[in-house]
T-cell receptor
């Protein structure tokens, strides 16, 4: 089944404790992206990757890191989480790298609470 | 000012009604326009996308784009309780930046 998977789905952590949220897709997509979704603010892009070893900042990259060593995986790293990073996070992938990003497939989401 | 404005609702209508969801935008560089549907506790899923001004139909759904007014709409005919979800508009500029509206929460009452 073609899908985007994220782990963990739910995470409670404390301020400053490094964490990684994994994202994997089995559709051989070149483009991958991370978003956070907050009430009243909608979906905001954190980072995106056009291909292996190619990453770039989205609208809200502060406090996050990403890496793209393999085509299928795009982990999101929070080196020192803070309470303002409490949010619902979505990973997405798309088969296109130029122009039309409309066909993005989203993972099920990771709900993060930073205490 | 946000690049994309969308009324968050909530919007509640009876089953069978025609639903109209709307977004306005300020960036004339937006070229592609999408509607995503997001059920509770799920990721968004692409519902429709369009490039040009005008209408695009897919079953009970019609997407409408008016580039001169910077206004897009999604119409749902014969609405069903299974249509209850949050609907997000999204737009892409030539720089490949995807920008979402904040979503409208829709409930269809049986």
């Amino acid at each position: 089944e073609a899908q985007v998977t994220q782990n963990p789905r739910y995470l409670i952590t404390v301020t400053g404790k490094k964490l990684t949220v994994t994202c994997s897709q089995n559709m051989n997509h070149e483009y991958m992206s991370w978003y956070r979704q907050d009430p009243g603010l909608g979906l905001r892009q954190i980072y995106y990757s056009m291909n292996v070893e190619v990453t770039d900042k989205g609208d809200v990259p502060e406090g996050y890191k990403v890496s793209r060593k393999e085509k299928r995986n795009f982990p999101l790293i929070l080196e020192s989480p803070s309470p303002n990073q409490t949010s619902l996070y979505f990973c997405a992938s798309s088969p296109r790298t130029s122009g039309q990003q409309e066909t993005q497939y989203f993972g099920p989401g990771t709900r993060l609470l930073v205490l | 000012q946000k690049e994309v404005e969308q009324d968050p609702g909530p919007l509640s209508v009876p089953e069978g009604a025609i639903v109209s969801l709307n977004c306005t935008y300020s960036n004339s560089a937006f070229q592609y326009f999408m509607w995503y549907r997001q059920y509770s506790r799920k990721g968004p899923e692409l519902l429709m996308y369009t490039y040009s001004s005008g209408n695009k139909e897919d079953g009970r759904f019609t997407a409408q784009v008016d580039k001169s007014s910077k206004y897009i709409s999604l119409f749902i005919r014969d609405s069903q309780p299974s249509d209850s979800a949050t609907y997000l508009c999204a737009m892409v500029s030539g720089a490949q930046k995807l920008v979402f509206g904040q979503g409208t929460r829709l409930t269809i009452n049986p």
